[in-house]
T-cell receptor, first 114, second 112 residues
Framework: AQSVSQHNHHVILSEAASLELGCNYS??????LFWYVQYPGQHLQLLLK??????LVKGIKGFEAEFIKSKFSFNLRKPSVQWSDTAEYFC????????????FGGGTRVLVKP | NAGVTQTPKFRILKIGQSMTLQCTQD?????MYWYRQDPGMGLKLIYY???????DKGEVPNGYNVSRSTTEDFPLRLELAAPSQTSVYFC???????????FGDGTRLSIL
């Protein structure tokens, strides 16, 4: 079945460490890619999105993601995390091959130790 | 800006009871969605709507029903609650099918 995979379920880091979260999808053709963040007790919020153009996209709060079409990947990065980045991060793909319905990865819980 | 509003925030049901989760949005979005979020599983689409009067099944529709009589409202109904429906439910809306979705605060539902 076509899907969206996030490789790490849990990540623990210290403040100022660099963060990279992996996301791979299996849909061919045209895709729109998203990263959403869910802070503890809150709803999902859009972090960044890729529709077309420059494959390196910058989002809010210093996050960026790189779309690598040949690898079917859309990894999320932040050079230096803060305690306030503690949250769950979801990759999501809107693919024409999936009827343009948004498919979410399983999420990665990130804990940043102060 | 209210955005997407869900009620209630928490609810405990007994097996076999029914209830309606309310969702309303004030952004005049045509597209609305219901998801359930289970630990480690991400969000699974239950039902969605592309406009008033039009609804369609998502990935996990069994045990649920929806209606869309207005652009603003998209209620989700559980007719015969089962323990497997214990989850956190999120409503979302978007301007277009491929546009970013705006989420409500969620409803935490426990069925005992």
């Amino acid at each position: 079945a076509q899907s969206v995979s996030q490789h790490n379920h849990h990540v623990i880091l210290s403040e100022a460490a660099s963060l990279e979260l992996g996301c791979n999808y299996s849909y061919g053709g045209t895709v729109n890619l998203f990263w959403y963040v869910q802070y503890p007790g809150q709803h999902l919020q859009l972090l960044l999105k890729y529709f077309s153009g420059d494959p390196l996209v910058k989002g809010i709060k210093g996050f960026e993601a790189e779309f690598i079409k040949s690898k079917f990947s859309f990894n999320l990065r932040k050079p230096s995390v803060q305690w306030s980045d503690t949250a769950e991060y979801f990759c999501a793909v809107n693919a024409r091959a999936a009827g343009n319905k948004l498919t979410f990865g399983g999420g990665t819980r990130v804990l940043v130790k102060p | 800006n209210a955005g997407v509003t869900q009620t209630p925030k928490f609810r405990i049901l007994k097996i076999g009871q029914s209830m309606t989760l309310q969702c309303t949005q004030d952004m005049n979005h045509n597209y609305m969605y219901w998801y359930r979020q289970d630990p480690g599983m991400g969000l699974k689409l239950i039902y969605y709507s592309v406009g008033a009067g039009i609804t369609d099944k998502g990935e996990v529709p069994n045990g649920y029903n929806v209606s869309r009589s207005t652009t603003e409202d998209f209620p989700l109904r559980l007719e015969l609650a089962a323990p497997s429906q214990t989850s956190v439910y999120f409503c979302a809306s978007s301007k277009g099918q491929d546009q970013p979705q705006h989420f409500g605060d969620g409803t935490r539902l426990s069925i005992l």
